[in-house]
């Protein structure tokens, strides 16, 4: 079982900023991928951005150049850097995670960008 702990999350202004972390509570060195899904009112949640074990990442196209995924194996930490943030990025972001054996979600950070 892993336990996933999002923080971050927040209302900031249109172009402003914000990072996102979400803690594991065992190592995520092996892990398949970890990622962040999102999910605004109304709409599917969808995935926003991946790093696998080898480090590679793929992003929505909406947000390609904006955010960035990151890992810090020695914290056990994924972050997600946000900039130029738009009222279209409001939502609940998730963090997950995908072992060889199952998926793990975390409880959700709430970002909110006013215009």
């Known amino acids: 079982q892993v336990q996933l702990v999002e923080s971050g999350g927040g209302l900031v202004q249109a172009g402003g900023s914000l990072r996102l972390s979400c803690a594991a509570s065992?190592?995520?060195?092996?892990?398949?991928?970890m990622g962040w899904y999102r999910q605004a009112p109304g709409k599917q949640r969808e995935l926003v951005a991946v790093?696998?074990?080898?480090?590679?990442?793929d992003y929505v196209d909406s947000v390609k150049g904006r955010f960035t995924i990151s890992r810090d194996n020695a914290k056990n930490t994924i972050y997600l850097q946000m900039n130029s943030l738009k009222p279209e990025d409001t939502a609940v972001y998730y963090c997950?995670?995908?072992?060889?054996?199952?998926?793990?979600w975390g409880q959700g950070t709430q970002v909110t960008v006013s215009s």
């Open positions: 065992k190592s995520i060195f092996s892990f398949k991928s």
């Open positions: 790093i696998t074990i080898g480090s590679n990442t």
């Open positions: 997950h995670v995908r072992s060889f054996t199952a998926d793990y």
